[in-house]
């Protein structure tokens, strides 16, 4: 399984982003993907999930302005970003769980920055 973000970059604050996931070697039809943060000098957090059967959970500090989806044609996940502020400033990574349950994400992106500036 190989996971390959993009779509990070620099934004002031009220804009927008969309993140990117490319999955490869990805044969499993049971599922979760996940995105996940981390700011310099804080834990990594769970921010958003989607199982196969299209059900998704979203982190309460960012509910109602990102929004998680994937294109299975493409096998590609996204994170829609909008509203952005700038404690969304963080390296943003996507990860799969092939036992589906969204506890045990084995697989990880290199990560994609995204800096908010007030």
């Known amino acids: 399984v190989q996971l390959v973000e993009s779509g990070g970059g620099s934004v002031q604050a009220g804009g927008s982003l969309r993140l990117s996931c490319a999955a490869s070697g990805f044969p499993y039809s049971s599922y979760c993907m996940g995105w996940f943060r981390q700011a310099p000098g804080k834990e990594r957090e769970g921010v958003a999930t989607i199982n196969s059967d299209g059900t998704t959970s979203t982190t309460n500090s960012v509910k109602g302005r990102f929004t998680i989806s994937q294109d299975n044609a493409k096998n590609t996940l996204y994170l829609q970003m909008n509203s952005l502020k700038p404690e969304d400033t963080a390296m943003y990574y996507c990860?799969?769980?092939?036992?589906?349950?969204?506890?045990?994400?084995?697989?990880w992106g290199q990560g994609t920055q995204v800096t908010v500036s007030s």
């Open positions: 990860a799969a769980d092939i036992v589906g349950s969204c506890q045990r994400f084995g697989y």
